[in-house]
């Protein structure tokens, strides 16, 4: 194994105990709720399945929590990430050790992607609820517009590369940390990562292993300012996590299934994706520009 391979499985393991530790002594200190309900679980079950077969599931999510009116808006964003940074260790352990992406590219993207989450995560935190909803409502509307140009063949043609240098090296490296900082505004970073990738020369296939190892550093990163706030729901987030791991488990055998079977599944989503943009943007706009953001979660 190369060194840059256990640089990169080194940080996945120091942040995901960095964070289990966080939200044992947090949730003990405040006294939070951690009895999730049926439907997070559910929730958390379906949306990590479509996530690990390369779907993604923070729209997702976002739209069944608006459909449902819970948790608030303002909460959304860190119990996303709180409830998805147990279970992502699964998906990035999968794809890293399935896909052989050049190491030393993976280990820069997955670094660059830490720090773009743990800025986020710090401006997110201290956002009021309109900020959140419009940031929030942006950001979906542009992850649909990506799958709806995946869906229509209009992302330009890939390569065959599984590793870059020079110019388009730097430029993937600092393209990542921005999708770190937008992942904690509720946009993922799948469709993004994959467009850039192959408009870089890069075989699609490359773009898993990337976005899950990106993913389990950003992540749990992106928690920890989350769980230092308090700007989280914790019992839907334990429920996200409890069904997240047992989705990610039940996907992993259909992974090397991924093809065209799942074009009807990705414009379902980008339907789903498009209506928690509307959702939060109409939220936005009946907000009070001025209304206090709680500290306590709900």
């Known amino acids: 194994m190369s060194a840059a391979l256990v640089i990169v499985y080194a940080c996945l393991v120091a942040v995901e105990v960095a964070v289990v530790v966080a939200w044992v002594v947090a949730t003990r200190r405040h006294r939070w709720p951690v009895r999730p ?3 997070d679980v559910v929730i958390g079950g379906v949306t990590s399945f479509l996530d690990t077969l390369g779907i993604g599931n923070y729209a997702q999510i976002t739209a069944l929590f608006k459909l449902r009116g819970h948790p608030p808006d303002e909460l959304i964003p860190g119990t996303l990430n709180v409830g998805n940074a147990v279970g992502i260790l699964f998906s990035a352990a999968l794809f890293i050790t399935m896909v052989q992406v050049e190491p030393t590219l993976l280990m820069a993207m997955v670094i660059s992607a830490g720090a773009g989450a743990w800025i986020g995560a710090g401006i997110v935190s201290r956002m009021r609820r309109r900020v959140i909803q419009v940031f929030m409502g942006v950001a979906l509307l542009l992850a649909a517009g990506f799958f709806t140009m995946t869906n229509l063949g209009i992302i330009p043609p ?3 590369a599984m590793g870059l240098a020079g110019w388009r090296f730097a430029l ?3 393209a990542n940390f921005v999708l770190g900082a937008l992942m904690c505004v509720g946009i993922g970073n799948y469709a993004p990562s994959m467009a850039l990738l192959a408009f870089l ?3 699609p296939i490359a773009a898993y292993p990337i976005m899950i190892a990106s993913d389990g550093v950003l992540i749990p990163v992106a928690s920890l300012g989350f769980l230092r706030s308090g700007r989280f729901a914790p019992a839907v987030a334990v429920g996200l996590t409890l069904g997240g791991i ?3 488990i039940a996907a992993f055998p259909l992974v090397k299934m991924l093809g065209d079977h799942l074009t009807l599944m990705r414009w379902v989503v ?3 994706i498009a209506y928690a943009a509307i959702a939060m943007l109409r939220s936005a706009r ?5 209304a206090p953001v709680p500290t306590v979660p709900e």
Not at 286 to 290: G, L, N, Y
Request: hydrophobic share 35%.
């Open 37 to 39: 309900s049926g439907g």
């Open 158 to 160: 890939t390569g065959s």
């Open 172 to 174: 993937a490296v600092v």
């Open 201 to 203: 020369g890069m075989h």
């Open 246 to 248: 047992v989705g990610t």
């Open 270 to 272: 980008t339907v789903v």
């Open 286 to 290: 009946a907000s009070q520009p001025d």
